[in-house]
C-alpha cells in the first residue's frame, strides 16, 4: 500500500508537500515530490512523512507526490535507499508514482529493483522508445506484459496521466477545476484543494490530462471482472475516502451493524461497554453499540507520541515499544464486560496483549469483535504480508485464535456481512481464503501454499521460474 499523487496546474512545492500529507497513513516509510526541470526531473525524498521532504519555493506546472510502504517486506531504513526505494521515479522522459505490486516482474527482468515502480518506469520510457513517444500505445504494450495490481499517476511532455491495471485494485482518483486536474489514490486531497471530486479512473484505463485543460480518456484494458481490494473499506482508507462511490466512514458503520448480527447469534450476555481500538474500527464499534443497545466508551486510548522511532527499531525495540502503543482509562475498566473491537486480526499478537492489559486492569469479561472475516491466504498484490505463515488464521481455527488471544469470546464478520456492507460484488477476497483475481498470483498461491514464503524477498516469484 503506498499513496500516489499527480497535480496538473501551478501549485507551490510547499502546497504539494501538504496534500501528500492527507496520504501519510498510506505509507509511513518515506516519501518523495518530483517535478520537470530543465531537460530533465527533481526530486525531493525524505524517510518518514511528508513532513520530512525539503523543497525549493516554487511552483511547477506539474508534480507528484508519492508515499511508501514496503509491499514485499523490505523496510527502508537508510537515505542511502530511498532513491533506490522511494517513489515517485523518472526515466528518460517519462515520471510515474505507483501503489500496488507486480507479481511477475521477475518473468520480465533479471535486475534487481528496489521497487517496482521503479521498474514500471523504465519498462514504459521503453515503449516509449518503440512507439515512437505514443504514450497510449506504449501503456497499452506495459498493460499486456504486466500481472498484479498498479495505479499510477505520471508525468509525460508536461502532461498528467493517470491508469489503474484491468482489475481495479486499488484506488485512484480525479477531480478538476479550471485548468487544475488533480489524481490521487484518496479523495480526502481534492477538499483541501477546493477541487471536487469527479470519479474513480476506471479499472483498466487511462486518462491523460493536458495543460490547457483538456482530457483523454483511452480504455486500455476491456477486462469486465474488477476486484477492488476490499481492505481498503476496512483498514487501509481514511473514513473520509470515498472509493468506488462509497464512503469508506458508511462502510465501515455498516461493517459494525452487521457485527451486532453476528454477536446477536452468538447468545452472548450483553456487554457493559463496546469499546473501539483506535483508529479504524470507531465507525463500526459506534454501530455495533447502537445496534446492541449499550454504550461506546473509548477506554482504550493511541499513544500518538511513538512515531518514526516505532518503525526504525530492531524487532525486539518494536517488540518492546509495543507495549507502550496503548494507553487505558483505568477507572471504566474494573469490573466490567467489554466488547473491544478492531478491523482485523493479522497474527493476533496485538489482540493478546490488549485482552492481557484488560483483565490486568480487572475486566470482568472480554469479548473481542473484528471487522472482517479471518484472513488466512497472504496477499501478493502490495500488502506487506507475503507469508500465509504470518497470519494467524491461516493455520488455527477460530476457537484456537480465541484461546491464544485469551478472550472469553471471539466475533468475527462473517462473509455476507462484509460483501453487504461495502456493497460492491466485484471485490478482491483472496486473503480471506477466496481465489486469487489474476493468473500470476494464482500460480504463486498453489506453487508454494503451506511452505511459507520468505517475506522480504522476491524469492517465490524467481523459484517458481
Ligand atoms: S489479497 Fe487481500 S489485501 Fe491483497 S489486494 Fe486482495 S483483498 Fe486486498
Redesign the pocket.
Known amino acids: 500500500m503506498c499513496g500516489v499523487l499527480g497535480i496538473l496546474g501551478k501549485c507551490p512545492l510547499v502546497r504539494a508537500k501538504r496534500l501528500l500529507l492527507l496520504l501519510a497513513h498510506r505509507g509511513q516509510d518515506a516519501a518523495g515530490l518530483l517535478w520537470p526541470t530543465d531537460g530533465g526531473f527533481t526530486t525531493a525524498k525524505a524517510l518518514g512523512s511528508p513532513q520530512r521532504v525539503v523543497v525549493p519555493d516554487e511552483a511547477p506546472e506539474v508534480v507528484l507526490g508519492s508515499t511508501r510502504y514496503p509491499t514485499y517486506g523490505r523496510r527502508i531504513t537508510s537515505e542511502d535507499d530511498l532513491d533506490q526505494c522511494a517513489g515517485p521515479f523518472a526515466s528518460g522522459r517519462i515520471a510515474i508514482s505507483h501503489n500496488g505490486n507486480i507479481t511477475n516482474l521477475r518473468r520480465l527482468t533479471d535486475r534487481e529493483y528496489g521497487s517496482d515502480s521503479q521498474f514500471i518506469a523504465e519498462r514504459l520510457d521503453m515503449h516509449l522508445s518503440e512507439t515512437g513517444d505514443d504514450l497510449v500505445e506504449a501503456v497499452r504494450r506495459l498493460e499486456d506484459e504486466l500481472d498484479g495490481?498498479y495505479s499510477i499517476a505520471g508525468i509525460h511532455r508536461g502532461r498528467l496521466f493517470a491508469m489503474r491495471d484491468p482489475r481495479g485494485?486499488k484506488p485512484l482518483v480525479f477531480g478538476r477545476k479550471d485548468n487544475t486536474a488533480i489524481v490521487a489514490s484518496e479523495s480526502t486531497v481534492f477538499d483541501m484543494q477546493g477541487v471536487s471530486l469527479e470519479r474513480d479512473i476506471y479499472p483498466g484505463e487511462l486518462i491523460i490530462f493536458s495543460p490547457d485543460g483538456g482530457m483523454e480518456s483511452h480504455s486500455i484494458s476491456q477486462d469486465l471482472t474488477h476486484?477492488h481490494?476490499?481492505?481498503?473499506y476496512v483498514y487501509f482508507a481514511q473514513p473520509s475516502a470515498r472509493i468506488e462511490n462509497q464512503l469508506v466512514y458508511d462502510v465501515r458503520f455498516r461493517l459494525g451493524r452487521a457485527l451486532a448480527l453476528c454477536f446477536k447469534k452468538m447468545d452472548l450476555e450483553m456487554p457493559d461497554y463496546v469499546v473501539p481500538i483506535p483508529d479504524t474500527s470507531r465507525p463500526a464499534a459506534q454501530a455495533l453499540a447502537e445496534e446492541l443497545g449499550v454504550p461506546m466508551r473509548e477506554i482504550i486510548l493511541k499513544n500518538r507520541y511513538l512515531g518514526r522511532t516505532f518503525i526504525l527499531q530492531s524487532q525486539h525495540e518494536r517488540n518492546d515499544l509495543a507495549k507502550w502503543k496503548y494507553l487505558y482509562l483505568d477507572d471504566k475498566i474494573r469490573g466490567k464486560t467489554l466488547l473491544i473491537v478492531d478491523d482485523s486480526i493479522v497474527r493476533g499478537t496485538t489482540a493478546r496483549r490488549i485482552v492481557d492489559d484488560l483483565r490486568q486492569r480487572g475486566a470482568s469479561k472480554v469479548y473481542f469483535a473484528a471487522t472482517c472475516p479471518p484472513q488466512t491466504?497472504p496477499?501478493?498484490?502490495?500488502?506487506d504480508i507475503s507469508t500465509g505463515s504470518e497470519l494467524i488464521a491461516s493455520n488455527t481455527d477460530v476457537p484456537g485464535i480465541e484461546t491464544f488471544i485469551g478472550a472469553d469470546a471471539l466475533i468475527y464478520q462473517d462473509m455476507d456481512g462484509l460483501i453487504n456492507a461495502i456493497g460492491l460484488r466485484d471485490?478482491?477476497?483472496?486473503?480471506?481464503g477466496q481465489e486469487?483475481p489474476t493468473e500470476y498470483a494464482r500460480r504463486i498461491h498453489h506453487h508454494f501454499k503451506g511452505r511459507g514464503l520468505k517475506p522480504g524477498t522476491r524469492d517465490y516469484e524467481r523459484e517458481l521460474d
Open positions: 495490481a485494485f476486484s481490494c476490499f481492505f481498503e491466504d496477499c501478493y498484490y502490495g500488502i471485490l478482491c477476497l483472496a486473503c480471506l486469487y
